[in-house]
């Protein structure tokens, strides 16, 4: 008798492969961090993807020391809005809404995305406060999309970034700095950090078994189909488990890549754009970063970067990197 034994196809890691419920991604734990105060989450766009030749950092690499051609991603950065702060207090149930305090001075463009208070009395809010009893402060912010040309949505993405570093009332007083202000990437990270992304990946739509999955195709004698998969189970459970490949959603997830160097940011964004702009973004005109490797989504994709969650082993250095590609890139 042959060996029955035959290794599962695909990865359950990330089941069910649902649609993602918004395009603005969500981070569900943040680190904690030693030093000064800071805000460990900063949004950008994607612009696309180009080579750099860097001095390789990585100490047990064949190549270290060497310089080495690598792939980059390129994140256009305009400066954020900080309308308000969150706080937040350590239940047994986990972290539960102590309150919020919005800034008197809040960008119209918010208007396209939720109600905003008509002159809301910030320091009846802060007194509604009982600053001894909070353990956490989230900065409430949103992007600025009216300042990409690239982007055809000018709606702002709202989204809560953690403020870390420090006590907490360091974090209250840094918050409170931050209100009604803009901010901008410099506040977030500088060049030789490591960080991780998150966005939401490219969707594919309703695709079948053999391409969500990668099923081997059935012999050429199987009667009814070809592209399907050979049984969906047993008869006992009288129903099919989660385990058999079936068709349905295939991307538009949210995905998070880990340990991503920032190698270069930059102001001006003439300097990275490639001959005829990026493939389907066109030229970058605000900040940008430079980061190391390939990241989750399509350009023009809402990517959220923040403080790394797995620093073992890892060492921030500045990079060494010596030319950035701005060939074109429309394959002419």
């Known amino acids: ?71 980059v991603t390129v994140v256009e950065i305009p400066p954020i809005s900080v309308c308000g702060l969150r706080f937040y207090e350590e239940t047994h149930q986990g972290l539960q809404t102590m309150g919020e305090v919005w800034s008197s001075r809040v960008d119209e463009e918010l208007q396209r995305r939720l109600p905003i208070p008509k002159n809301p009395d910030t320091d009846e809010m802060w007194e509604r406060i009982e600053r001894d009893m909070a353990d956490e402060i989230r900065a409430i912010t949103h992007t600025n999309p009216k300042l990409v040309t690239s982007i055809p949505n000018k709606s702002p993405n709202v989204m809560e970034l953690r403020i870390g570093g420090g006590t907490i009332q360091e974090r209250i007083e840094k918050g409170e700095e931050l209100m009604g202000e803009d901010l901008d990437y410099d506040e977030f990270g500088r060049e030789g950090d490591m960080i991780d992304v998150s966005a939401v990946t490219k969707g594919h739509g309703f695709q079948g078994h053999v391409k969500r999955w990668g099923v081997k195709l059935l012999r050429h004698k199987n009667s009814k189909s070809i592209r399907n998969v050979g049984t969906t189970g047993v008869f006992v459970p009288g129903y099919t488990r989660p385990t058999v490949p079936q068709a349905g959603q295939m991307g538009f997830h949210q995905r998070t890549e880990y340990n991503k160097r920032i190698l270069k940011i930059g102001e001006d964004g003439e300097d990275i754009t490639p001959e005829g702009g990026f493939v389907n973004y066109g030229e970058v005109n605000n900040p940008y970063v430079v980061l190391h490797g390939s990241i989750p989504g399509p350009s023009k994709r809402l990517a959220l970067m923040r403080d790394p969650v797995r620093t073992k082993g890892v060492e921030v250095e500045e990079p060494n990197l010596t030319y950035v590609s701005t060939e074109s890139k429309q394959g002419a």
């Open 1 to 71: 008798m042959p060996d029955t034994h035959h290794p599962r196809r695909g990865s359950m890691g990330y089941s069910p492969r649902k649609r993602a419920k918004s395009i603005t991604p969500k981070v569900r734990s943040w680190p904690d961090i030693d030093g000064d105060t800071k805000v460990q989450g900063f949004p950008g766009y994607k612009a696309g993807m180009t080579h750099a030749f860097v001095v390789d950092y990585r100490p047990h690499s064949t190549t270290s020391g060497q310089e080495v051609r690598v792939p």
